[in-house]
């Protein structure tokens, strides 16, 4: 006689689907429970899920899901972890016995999560600290194993060069250097496990303090006349600041003049050979000093023109030499 009683046996062990697993889902396949022992007609299959191994199990408990057919995709995964899935059938009456478990390792991902509270240390002119405490747990996605500090120009003028640095895990904090003085960074933080590397983090932006400028270049002075010298130079490949003033002084028993031009006129001097000083003022400071030496003379003696012919007398060399 025919009796109506749940399933009395389970379907092989799953399988999983060539290619189907991921770091977040994976596709289990089954072969139907033998027909002898259904008792019935099987309605469906539930399929129970379990995470087994790794920091996420956690917070996500045991899970079932039902198909109809004899293969399911399983979602909602986390990368890296391992799971348990046993199948057992459904007829009219109940639930059958189990199968065996089928265990798998997800695939790994990047991190889904960026560094947490990332924000400056100490700023000077031409480094920083840059510090962060790590990516939540359930963002990990697997162990991470570096860090990746973006330090980006806010603006792509001057001689500002984007920078990155990376770190290794567990180390949270690190020191960037070569930053150019008085220049705004906009500052974020990445995670990286063996999946890839995971999104930025929240950015800062910070400018550097003031450094010192460097020295002008080309400076020359040129005589005008017995007493007068013009002395000239080019701006600075560098301010590294705001640029306050040039001061130029000359010795001996000289002043000091504070300028904005890149040339000054310095009358009054005597027939003696000056020493010509040039530096620059800004906010970080002045630069190192540049010197010329120069004597003023008289400059080129003026042509003069005239309406009239004008006779040029002279004696020769020879006639000097034996008169004198």
Not at 117 to 139: D, H, K, L, Y
Not at 265 to 284: C, K, M, P, Q
Request: glycine share 6%; net charge neutral; aromatic share 8%.
């Amino acid at each position: 006689p025919f009796i109506l009683k749940e399933p009395d046996a389970s379907p092989e062990t799953p399988t999983l689907k060539a290619g189907s697993l991921a770091a977040r889902s994976a596709t289990v396949e089954w072969t139907a429970i033998p027909k002898d022992n259904r008792h019935g007609i099987i309605r469906k299959y539930t399929i129970d899920v379990e995470c087994t191994k790794g920091s996420a199990c956690a917070s996500q408990p045991p899970f079932s899901l039902q198909s109809t057919s004899t293969e399911k995709e399983i979602t909602g995964l986390f990368p890296s972890r391992e799971y348990s899935v046993r199948v057992s059938g459904y007829n009219v009456i109940g639930k059958g016995p189990q199968s065996d478990p089928l265990t798998f390792t997800t695939t790994p991902d990047k991190p889904s999560g960026s560094p947490q509270a990332v924000s400056p240390g100490t700023v000077f002119a031409t480094n920083m600290t840059v510090r962060w405490q790590e990516i939540a747990a359930n963002e990990r996605n697997d162990v991470i194993t570096r860090y990746t500090v973006y330090v980006d120009c806010v603006t792509s003028s001057g001689n500002c060069v984007s920078k990155t640095k990376e770190v290794s895990h567990p180390t949270l904090s690190t020191v960037v250097t070569n930053l150019i003085p008085h220049t705004s960074y906009r500052v974020s933080v990445t995670g990286s496990n063996v999946g890839g590397e995971g999104p930025r983090s929240s950015s800062f932006e910070v400018t550097t303090k003031q450094g010192v400028p460097d020295p002008v270049g080309n400076l020359t002075a040129v005589p005008l006349n017995s007493t007068s010298v013009t002395v000239s130079w080019i701006e600075p490949s560098a301010i590294n600041g705001q640029f306050q003033h040039y001061a130029v002084a000359y010795s001996p028993n000289g002043k000091t003049f504070n300028v904005a031009e890149t040339s000054l006129v310095i009358s009054n001097l005597n027939d003696e050979s000056y020493t010509f000083e040039v530096r620059v003022v800004a906010g970080g400071g002045s630069s190192a000093v540049k010197t010329v030496q120069e004597r003023p003379t008289y400059g080129p003696l003026a042509m003069l023109e005239t309406a009239k012919p004008v006779s040029l007398v002279w004696i020769t060399a020879k006639f000097a030499l034996d008169c004198c």
